[in-house]
């Protein structure tokens, strides 16, 4: 089309709180991720904890508020009792997941302990492969109970005297997967997973639940939440303001080698899987009759990140090596959690450290991916409330999305989303195109001193190596006159004074 491409503002139509977990992580005991990433006791570059302080650090400098683990498809078979006490009583375990040794050297002790450091909250998954309903119970009494009861004092023998408080419990990860050890039918992990919830939240009512879905628009979904966003339960009957399940986790891995821009625009389908996630939580609620007083599931991304895992070199097709194609499909991702902020209550890029990871270890310090640089941006800056942005693109490009959602979703070249914190308005946009440079108008935007931060490249199949940084991120500023030109294949964020 002839029309050329605009951008409206408007900092003071706000759509929703931005949650801040959504610049969440995701720690699982996979290829280099625990060990060898977070935790790795012989390596100069450790604390007296074992744990990498280079690592601590880039958390630190992400800013990142929670962290999820064991697994991923590791948990399915982990015993969390290997995991504690004195370390040299601690078994080596077959992992069924990942076909390795779990050492068990690394547990729930260690983990708050790296959590609490970090300065981050730990979000912890149950085991609904091998795992018992009485283990589950265990565990959250271990973590939590100040009573005198035998984990908790388990706990105090361990050296922990006060409860680790652990708000997020996911039941189970993936349950309906092909690959796992113990899959389950919709039927039997509804009936599951409404059990254990009513258990666990009788031991400690405070927790967070967070129900296993598939891609959030699937029969899966469908069922699962039907059958347990429900409120009407024993120890919370009578109560018209708590819900048995709180949030529904939904996994998206996009990538597409067929072309640069299938793989940056991908992502879009994960912001529709949010809306239709939400729109089955809202579809379950009306079916069970929920009183609106009982607050609505959110949704809970625990998943995402670009992974193909027979391109990606490295123990299990894991370390992916990020070019900047990657790098703008995960801008693409986050425009779309602070588009849909109002439905999304946590997202957890998969992974932290070294497997499918914006940073990766070396035994002499840590490199930072391609697609580190556009997190950092939106994790410093996209916060607050999450603001009404239009974007004429000038020229659409029509998909048809990978996976199970058919037909076409219209994707802009550029892709934008904005949100305003402390008196700041922040403008994040990202040119996809391989060709072309857009220069736009920006209706909203104050004249005066705008701050630019710029992510991008010679092309879009550069990567960051040891050796050369490549791709990071150039800072400027710019006066906000005139239109603005994004210059193709990058990410810009914008921020000014409101
Ligand atoms: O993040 C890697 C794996 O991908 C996780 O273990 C699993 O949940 C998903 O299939």
Same mark, same amino acid.
């Given at each position: 089309?002839?029309? /050329? /491409?605009?951008?409206?503002?408007?900092?003071?139509? $706000?759509?929703?709180?931005?949650?801040?977990?959504?610049?969440?992580?995701?720690?699982?005991?996979?290829?280099?991720?625990?060990?060898?990433?977070?935790?790795?006791?012989?390596?100069?570059?450790?604390?007296?904890?074992?744990?990498?302080? #280079?690592?601590?650090?880039?958390?630190?400098?992400?800013?990142? /508020?929670?962290?999820?683990?064991?697994?991923? !498809?590791?948990?399915?078979?982990?015993?969390?009792?290997?995991?504690?006490?004195?370390? #040299?009583?601690?078994?080596?375990?077959?992992?069924?997941?990942?076909?390795?040794?779990?050492?068990?050297?690394?547990?729930?002790?260690?983990?708050?302990?790296?959590?609490?450091?970090?300065?981050?909250? @730990? =979000?912890?998954?149950?085991?609904?492969?091998?795992?018992?309903?009485?283990?589950?119970?265990?565990?959250? %009494?271990?973590?939590?109970? $100040?009573?005198?009861?035998?984990?908790?004092?388990?706990?105090?023998?361990?050296?922990?005297?006060?409860? =680790? !408080?652990?708000?997020?419990?996911?039941?189970?990860?993936?349950?309906?997967?092909?690959?796992?050890?113990?899959?389950?039918?919709?039927?039997?992990?509804?009936?599951?997973?409404?059990?254990?919830?009513?258990?666990?939240?009788?031991?400690?009512?405070?927790?967070?639940?967070?129900?296993?879905?598939?891609?959030?628009?699937?029969?899966?979904?469908?069922?699962?939440?039907?059958?347990?966003?429900?409120?009407?339960?024993?120890?919370?009957?009578?109560?018209?303001?708590?819900?048995?399940?709180?949030?529904?986790?939904?996994?998206?891995?996009?990538?597409?080698?067929?072309?640069?821009?299938? !793989?940056?625009?991908?992502?879009?389908?994960?912001?529709?899987?949010? +809306?239709?996630?939400?729109?089955?939580?809202?579809?379950?609620?009306?079916?069970?009759?929920?009183?609106? $007083?009982?607050?609505? @599931?959110? &949704?809970?991304?625990?998943?995402?990140?670009?992974?193909?895992?027979?391109?990606?070199?490295? %123990?299990?097709?894991?370390?992916?090596?990020?070019?900047?194609?990657?790098?703008?499909?995960?801008?693409?991702?986050?425009?779309?959690?602070?588009?849909?902020?109002?439905?999304?209550?946590?997202?957890?890029?998969? +992974?932290? &450290?070294?497997?499918?990871?914006?940073?990766?270890?070396?035994?002499?310090?840590?490199?930072?991916?391609?697609?580190?640089?556009?997190?950092?941006?939106?994790?410093?800056?996209?916060?607050?409330?999450?603001?009404?942005?239009?974007?004429?693109?000038?020229?659409?490009?029509?998909?048809?999305?990978?996976?199970?959602?058919?037909?076409?979703?219209?994707? /802009?070249?550029?892709?934008?989303?904005?949100?305003? +914190?402390?008196?700041?308005?922040?403008?994040?946009?990202?040119?996809?195109? %391989?060709?072309?440079?857009?220069?736009?108008?920006?209706?909203?935007?104050?004249?005066?001193?705008?701050?630019?931060?710029?992510?991008?490249?010679?092309?879009?199949?550069?990567?960051?190596?040891?050796?050369?940084?490549?791709?990071?991120?150039?800072?400027?500023?710019?006066?906000?006159?005139?239109?603005?030109?994004?210059?193709?294949?990058?990410?810009?964020?914008?921020?000014?004074?409101?």
């Amino acid at each position: 089309s002839s029309t /050329p /491409p605009s951008i409206t503002i408007h900092p003071e139509h $706000t759509i929703a709180q931005i949650n801040d977990n959504i610049y969440g992580g995701f720690t699982e005991h996979m290829g280099r991720c625990i060990y060898g990433g977070i935790y790795d006791p012989s390596n100069p570059l450790s604390d007296a904890n074992g744990f990498r302080k #280079d690592v601590i650090d880039a958390m630190k400098e992400l800013n990142v /508020p929670v962290v999820r683990y064991p697994g991923g !498809n590791f948990v399915a078979t982990y015993h969390w009792l290997d995991g504690v006490g004195p370390k #040299d009583k601690r078994p080596k375990r077959p992992e069924l997941a990942w076909l390795g040794i779990e050492p068990n050297t690394f547990g729930t002790d260690e983990f708050m302990k790296w959590c609490e450091i970090v300065g981050t909250e @730990p =979000y912890l998954c149950l085991n609904f492969g091998t795992g018992t309903l009485d283990e589950a119970l265990g565990w959250l %009494e271990y973590c939590n109970s $100040t009573q005198d009861t035998y984990y908790a004092n388990l706990r105090r023998a361990n050296g922990h005297p006060e409860p =680790y !408080n652990v708000k997020y419990w996911a039941l189970g990860n993936e349950c309906w997967g092909p690959w796992q050890v113990a899959q389950l039918s919709k039927e039997a992990y509804a009936a599951q997973a409404y059990q254990w919830a009513k258990a666990l939240k009788l031991l400690d009512p405070s927790i967070t639940l967070i129900l296993c879905g598939e891609t959030g628009y699937s029969s899966w979904d469908a069922y699962v939440l039907k059958e347990c966003v429900r409120w009407d339960v024993h120890g919370l009957s009578g109560s018209t303001t708590k819900s048995l399940i709180d949030m529904h986790s939904i996994h998206v891995y996009t990538a597409d080698n067929t072309s640069h821009i299938a !793989n940056a625009t991908a992502p879009r389908g994960a912001e529709r899987a949010i +809306q239709m996630a939400s729109a089955l939580i809202d579809l379950a609620r009306i079916e069970n009759r929920v009183p609106e $007083t009982v607050p609505r @599931p959110l &949704v809970c991304f625990d998943e995402w990140n670009v992974w193909d895992p027979v391109r990606a070199p490295g %123990e299990l097709g894991a370390e992916e090596k990020y070019t900047l194609s990657d790098a703008l499909a995960v801008a693409v991702f986050l425009t779309g959690f602070i588009r849909q902020a109002r439905d999304l209550g946590m997202a957890n890029i998969a +992974q932290s &450290v070294n497997v499918i990871s914006p940073l990766m270890t070396s035994k002499d310090g840590v490199m930072k991916q391609t697609t580190w640089w556009p997190l950092l941006l939106f994790s410093k800056y996209m916060r607050g409330q999450s603001v009404a942005v239009n974007v004429r693109a000038e020229e659409y490009l029509g998909r048809t999305n990978p996976g199970w959602i058919r037909g076409t979703i219209e994707t /802009p070249f550029l892709e934008s989303c904005a949100a305003v +914190q402390d008196g700041w308005v922040n403008l994040a946009v990202t040119n996809v195109s %391989e060709e072309k440079d857009y220069v736009v108008p920006i209706d909203g935007l104050k004249e005066g001193k705008v701050d630019v931060f710029t992510v991008g490249g010679e092309n879009v199949s550069v990567v960051n190596t040891e050796a050369e940084q490549k791709v990071g991120i150039k800072e400027g500023t710019w006066d906000g006159k005139g239109p603005y030109r994004f210059e193709k294949h990058s990410f810009t964020l914008l921020r000014w004074k409101a």
